[in-house]
């Protein structure tokens, strides 16, 4: 079984600056993919990131980047220049890329971001 | 706007009641997922059809089924509602093939269900 470790409850940053939300994973099989999503306030769920076991490459997308350590087993998400739009509840999840597997997520980190 | 459109987005409806909510996919998934998303249990997986089969079952009650259509809607039926019902419901697809894109779940907004 799969299982994702987000232990921030919530996160504090200025705006224009960096921040690092944590996650951690737990998985016996060598394949698997790795995501970050976004749920603001109205809601919906906004893919963000994703980064493939095998990858040899962090995953990068425009001010998003998923520091992947595989040896400790980590996909910490950096935010680069964040912005008050950033402000949101953050969701790292894992799924195994054999047969038909799904998203399992973590419990998620609240980011707010101030002026 | 995601692709996968999801309706109503929002209900609200009396214990014991029973309630249909329906999720397009985006246009060429064959896969459809539905999550739940409540407060005390966060989001958690409940079904996964593939090409009208199911494919995987999650922690989805007995009082509540799904079914993925020949043209690849789905619904999610929830009867004898009970209050703890009350959650925001996802249903999320992703496409067939192999690469990044593929292993991607775009979800819809989401329905939001309120057992009085």
């Known amino acids: 079984a799969q299982k994702i470790t987000q232990t921030q409850p919530g996160m504090f940053v200025q705006e224009k600056e960096a921040v690092t939300l944590d996650c951690t994973y737990d998985t016996s099989d060598p394949s698997y993919g790795l995501f970050w999503y976004k749920q603001p306030s109205s809601g919906e769920m906004i893919f963000l990131i994703y980064q493939g076991s095998y990858d040899q490459q962090n995953a990068t997308e425009g001010r998003y980047s998923l520091n992947f350590q595989k040896a400790r087993k980590s996909a910490n998400l950096v935010i680069s220049a964040s912005q008050l739009g950033d402000s949101a509840m953050y969701f790292c999840?894992?799924?195994?890329?054999?047969?038909?597997?799904?998203?399992?997520f973590g419990k998620g980190t609240m980011l707010l971001v101030s002026p | 706007d995601s692709g996968v459109t999801q309706t109503p987005k929002h209900l609200i409806t009396a214990t014991g009641q029973r309630v249909t909510l329906r999720c397009s996919p985006r246009?060429?998934?064959?896969?459809v997922y539905w999550y739940q998303q409540s407060l005390d249990q966060g989001l958690q997986f409940l079904i996964h059809?593939?090409?009208?089969?199911?494919?995987a079952k999650g922690n989805i009650l007995e009082r509540f089924s799904a079914q993925q259509f020949p043209d690849l809607h789905s619904e999610l039926n929830l009867s004898s509602l009970e209050l703890g019902d009350s959650a925001l419901y996802f249903c999320?697809?992703?496409?067939?093939?192999?690469?990044?894109?593929?292993?991607?779940?775009?979800f819809g907004a989401g329905s939001r269900l309120t057992v009085l």
């Open positions: 999840a894992m799924r195994v890329l054999l047969g038909y597997s799904t998203l399992t």
């Open positions: 999320a697809s992703s496409p067939t093939g192999t690469g990044a894109g593929a292993n991607v779940l775009t």
């Open positions: 059809y593939y090409n009208g089969e199911e494919r």
């Open positions: 246009s060429g998934d064959l896969s």
